[in-house]
T-cell receptor, first 118, second 113 residues
Framework: NAGVIQTPRHKVTGKGQEATLWCEPI?????VFWYRQTIVQGLEFLTY????????DSGMPKERFSAQMPNQSHSTLKIQSTQPQDSAVYLC????????????????FGPGTRLTVL | AQKVTQTQTSISVMEKTTVTMDCVYE???????LFWYKQTASGEIVFLIR??????ENATVGHYSLNFQKPKSSIGLIITATQIEDSAVYFC??????????FGSGTKLTVEP
């Protein structure tokens, strides 16, 4: 049973270049989340999809960052015109999902993509 | 304001002893969910244990257990019979009405032989 898959594991870009990060959630999981981890800010929520629909992108920087989930088997996080402050580990997580109620499901994390912007 | 606070930056214990890691949280929701995750040296984040706010019994999984004190908005993680491989960074997290997780800053645990 494969866990969450993220590619690439490491990416180095020059300032101003574009970076696209890929995530394949666990099969059967309907919720996909993106987080960013830095030493200074810790683990920060970026955005969340349920059944491929964007639900909450309140953590996404308003400029340059975008996320999509074109099908149930993958999601992408795109950063345009990367800046050195975008350097971080970007983590994707997936979980089962259910609207409201006394139900919550654990999120399972991928290994992350370490983005370095020179 | 931080929703989840872990004040212990690092803890060092001897192997086979018991360790408790603290976590306090803030929420206005009457129903919420609390989780502990472990991040290994390789960077892997692993789910350990959860506590649903409406449950009075403290959760236990293997050698992990929780000390849930709802009036104090506190959810401590207890690891008994610690092993070298328990050395990692431990994160407390909370989910309110959405599925978004709010994480604490983490506690680095070192288990010495």
């Amino acid at each position: 049973n494969a866990g969450v898959i993220q590619t690439p594991r490491h990416k180095v870009t020059g300032k101003g270049q574009e970076a696209t990060l890929w995530c394949e959630p666990i099969s059967g999981h309907s919720a996909v989340f993106w987080y960013r981890q830095t030493i200074v800010q810790g683990l920060e929520f970026l955005t969340y999809f349920r059944n491929q629909a964007p639900i909450d992108d309140s953590g996404m920087p308003k400029e340059r960052f975008s996320a999509q989930m074109p099908n149930q088997s993958h999601s992408t996080l795109k950063i345009q015109s990367t800046q050195p402050q975008d350097s971080a580990v970007y983590l994707c997580a997936s979980s089962l999902d259910r609207l409201g109620g006394r139900v919550s499901y654990e999120q399972y994390f991928g290994p992350g993509t370490r983005l370095t912007v020179l | 304001a931080q929703k989840v606070t872990q004040t212990q930056t690092s803890i060092s214990v001897m192997e086979k002893t018991t360790v408790t890691m603290d976590c306090v949280y803030e929420t206005q929701d009457s129903s919420y969910f609390l989780f502990w995750y472990k991040q290994t040296a390789s960077g892997e984040i692993v789910f350990l244990i959860r506590q649903d706010s409406y449950k009075k019994e403290n959760a236990t999984v293997g050698h992990y257990s929780l000390n849930f004190q709802k009036p104090k908005s506190s959810i401590g993680l207890i690891i008994t019979a610690t092993q070298i491989e328990d050395s990692a960074v431990y994160f407390c997290a909370m989910r309110e009405h959405y599925n978004v997780l709010y994480f604490g800053s983490g506690t680095k645990l070192t288990v010495e032989p």
